[in-house]
C-alpha cells in the first residue's frame, strides 16, 4: 500500500494511505487529502495510484505549483521514496511493500514523530521511519508550461462593463423624458 507522508514549514508531521485510485489533494475541506498550509492551494492537484504501485502527481494549476528537485512540474509519476513539494510542504511516497529504492542517506531529521495525526482523509496510524534523501524517479516528469499555470482563491475581479451600458442607456432615456415634459411645458405656458 503507497502512502503519502507530509511535512509543513512549521513541522506538522502528516501520512496518509492511497486507499482509492484518485484523490485531491489541497488545503479546501472538499478535498480527500486535506493540508493545513497556506502554501498549498484549496484545490492543488490530484494523486494518480498507477498499478504498477507508483503515484501520478497532476498539478491542478496551484499558485505556488508541484516541484520535484526544484522544478516545477504539471505532472509526474513518482515511486516508493519519491520526493516531491506542495507550495511549501514537503512530500514523500512511501510503500509499505520492501522495494529496490533504498535510502542514501539519513540526517537526525528523518527521525517522525510516532503519535498519529487526524486529519480531513483517513490518515496512517502510525509514521515508519523514511530518509528525506530518498532517491527519486523523474519518468514521466513534464515542467509546467507558465501560459497554463492558473491560481486558486480570491482574486480581483474584472469590472462588468454590460451593467455600467444599461445604467447609461437608463439614465439617457430618463434624461430625454425629462427634457420632453420640460418642452411640453414650456409650449402650454
Given at each position: 500500500?503507497l502512502?503519502?507522508?507530509?511535512?509543513?514549514?512549521?513541522?506538522?508531521?502528516f501520512?496518509?494511505?492511497?486507499?482509492i485510485d484518485?484523490?485531491?489533494?489541497?488545503?479546501?475541506?472538499?478535498?480527500?487529502?486535506?493540508?493545513?498550509?497556506?502554501?498549498?492551494s484549496?484545490?492543488?492537484?490530484e494523486?494518480?495510484?498507477?498499478?504498477?504501485?507508483?503515484?501520478?502527481?497532476?498539478?491542478?494549476?496551484?499558485?505556488?505549483?508541484?516541484?520535484?528537485?526544484?522544478?516545477?512540474?504539471?505532472?509526474?509519476?513518482?515511486?516508493?521514496?519519491g520526493?516531491?513539494?506542495?507550495g511549501?510542504v514537503?512530500?514523500?511516497v512511501?510503500?509499505?511493500?520492501?522495494s529496490?529504492?533504498?535510502?542514501?542517506?539519513?540526517?537526525e531529521?528523518?527521525?517522525v514523530?510516532?503519535?498519529?495525526?487526524?486529519?480531513?482523509?483517513?490518515?496512517?496510524?502510525?509514521?515508519?521511519?523514511?530518509?528525506?534523501?530518498?532517491?527519486?524517479?523523474?519518468?514521466?516528469?513534464?515542467?509546467c508550461p507558465t501560459?497554463k499555470?492558473?491560481?486558486?482563491?480570491?482574486?480581483?475581479?474584472?469590472k462588468?462593463?454590460?451593467?455600467?451600458?444599461l445604467?447609461?442607456?437608463?439614465?439617457?432615456?430618463?434624461?430625454?423624458a425629462?427634457?420632453?415634459?420640460?418642452m411640453i411645458?414650456?409650449?402650454?405656458?
Amino acid at each position: 500500500m503507497l502512502k503519502i507522508r507530509l511535512i509543513t514549514p512549521d513541522g506538522q508531521k502528516f501520512e496518509f494511505e492511497l486507499t482509492i485510485d484518485q484523490a485531491r489533494i489541497g488545503r479546501g475541506l472538499d478535498n480527500d487529502i486535506v493540508v493545513p498550509d497556506p502554501s498549498v492551494s484549496t484545490n492543488h492537484g490530484e494523486l494518480l495510484l498507477k498499478s504498477d504501485g507508483r503515484v501520478e502527481i497532476h498539478d491542478l494549476g496551484s499558485t505556488n505549483g508541484t516541484h520535484v528537485d526544484g522544478v516545477r512540474v504539471e505532472s509526474i509519476i513518482l515511486g516508493d521514496g519519491g520526493v516531491f513539494k506542495l507550495g511549501n510542504v514537503d512530500g514523500f511516497v512511501i510503500s509499505d511493500t520492501p522495494s529496490a529504492v533504498t535510502a542514501s542517506a539519513t540526517s537526525e531529521d528523518d527521525s517522525v514523530d510516532d503519535s498519529p495525526k487526524q486529519v480531513a482523509a483517513a490518515p496512517a496510524n502510525q509514521y515508519h521511519q523514511h530518509s528525506a534523501h530518498s532517491a527519486v524517479s523523474t519518468l514521466g516528469g513534464t515542467p509546467c508550461p507558465t501560459q497554463k499555470r492558473r491560481g486558486f482563491g480570491l482574486k480581483a475581479k474584472e469590472k462588468d462593463s454590460s451593467g455600467s451600458a444599461l445604467f447609461a442607456l437608463a439614465f439617457c432615456g430618463l434624461a430625454a423624458a425629462a427634457a420632453a415634459i420640460f418642452m411640453i411645458l414650456k409650449m402650454g405656458a
